[in-house]
């Protein structure tokens, strides 16, 4: 299945509503990743402070879908006072890609929810995005077809592998 960029930011919009306005991100790998993979990263939420991170949800998975296939947010972005690529868990992730023997910008990479948060616990609205994102994630899993995924996080009651797991055991 190839993926339609206009496909995906209507899906957002449907899907989001006016969250879509909120400052997040949907995408941490490039749309030249949104094909048949091995592999599909994700973790919770974008972190940090979104009183200063101004990029919206929508502005965000626009941006990488028209601008840049080839971009990795655990390679390419400043997180905090780190260089790109630089922080302790981006570089976990580009060491994990390894240990897979993979290239951190073939494997598609996303969040489960959008909306970006200093905590985890300051999550607004957290069951609702967390059901409004899933319908995000059912197509972009429906493209990728990975054999595994790989979730980021260790909180058993708020975190990738907790979310996931809910899905595929209720």
């Known amino acids: 299945m190839i993926h339609s960029s206009e496909k995906i930011l209507n899906l957002i919009k449907d899907e989001l509503g006016e969250y879509a306005n909120d400052s997040g991100a949907v995408l941490y790998s490039g749309s030249s990743t949104l094909v048949q993979g091995q592999f599909y990263i994700i973790g919770l939420n974008p972190a940090g402070d979104p009183n200063h991170i101004k990029t919206t949800v929508f502005e965000q998975v626009q941006n ?10 655990y390679c390419d972005e400043e997180w905090g006072t780190y260089k790109r690529g630089e922080s302790l868990h981006q570089q976990r992730v580009q060491s994990l890609a390894k240990v897979l023997d993979m290239n951190i910008r073939n494997i598609f990479a996303a969040n489960i929810i959008f909306i970006r948060s200093t905590k985890t616990a300051t999550i607004k609205d957290y069951d609702e995005l967390r059901r409004r994102c899933w319908k995000v994630h059912e197509y972009f899993l429906s493209v990728v077809q990975p054999k595994v995924i790989l979730c980021l996080g260790c909180d058993e009651n708020k975190s990738a592998f907790s979310e996931l797991k809910k899905k595929l055991c209720s």
Not at 64 to 73: F, G, Q, R, V
Request: proline content about 10%; aromatic content about 10%; overall charge negative.
């Open 64 to 73: 990488i879908l028209n601008e840049k296939p080839d971009y990795n947010s």
